[in-house]
């Protein structure tokens, strides 16, 4: 139990997918200047995440592995994350008209996140079992959600904010990203 508590935390904090790994990064800096749409979509690629994660898990150990077929993981991958996201958004769409319309078009745009597909392809090289996987993929999805909601109340603290005119937009949002990459790393030395 001891060791599925590490993995959460380190896929989460330690080793976070877009401030150590550099994968997300076009929703983390794209979708990032709002609160609520970043919030909204964190927890939704935070889902899809742990889904692909551990259906790739099955898919892998249960259908690639035993066929000899570890050669078609990246297209099989990302078909599952394909199939997941519509999934998703027939749910959302279904309970939740307004988080649909708030997410709009960033929605279907989960399938081409490249953490969904790292995390998927990581876990599988790992060699996790299935509950490891699962954990694994919700710490990263944890993570996920955590730093684009943070990033994103960090950006609208920051767009009411003096900020010198050579510096504002996309210059002090790389800046507090750097900065907020900083903070993770004092992670680094949990579980030690």
């Given at each position: 139990m001891g060791d599925l508590g590490l993995i959460l935390v380190s896929a989460a904090l330690v080793n976070n997918f877009v401030l150590v790994q550099f994968l997300g990064l076009c929703?983390?800096?794209?979708?990032?200047?709002?609160?609520?749409?970043?919030?909204?979509?964190?927890?939704?690629?935070?889902?899809v995440l742990s889904l692909t994660a551990a259906l790739a898990h099955g898919v892998e150990h249960w259908v690639l592995a035993p066929?000899?077929?570890?050669?078609?993981?990246?297209?099989?991958?990302?078909?599952?994350?394909?199939a997941v996201v519509q999934f998703t958004e027939r749910v959302i769409r279904a309970?939740?008209?307004v988080l649909h319309a708030i997410l709009g078009l960033y929605l279907p745009l989960i399938t081409s996140n490249c953490a969904v597909l790292g995390v998927a392809i990581l876990?599988?090289?790992q060699q996790l079992s299935f509950f490891g996987t699962l954990v694994y993929s919700v710490g990263a999805g944890v993570g996920f959600a955590l730093v684009i909601?943070?990033?994103?109340?960090?950006?609208?603290?920051?767009?009411?904010?003096?900020?010198?005119?050579?510096?504002?937009?996309?210059?002090?949002?790389?800046?507090?990203?750097g900065i907020l990459?900083?903070?993770?790393?004092g992670f680094a030395g949990v579980g030690r």
């Open positions: 929703p983390f800096l794209g979708v990032s200047d709002r609160y609520p749409p970043a919030t909204a979509l964190g927890l939704a690629t935070a889902c066929l000899e077929l570890e050669f078609l993981r990246l297209i099989v991958f990302i078909t599952l994350i394909a309970t939740s008209p876990a599988v090289g909601s943070l990033f994103a109340a960090l950006r609208e603290r920051l767009s009411r904010a003096a900020v010198p005119s050579a510096f504002a937009g996309i210059p002090i949002a790389l800046v507090s990203a990459a900083l903070g993770f790393m």
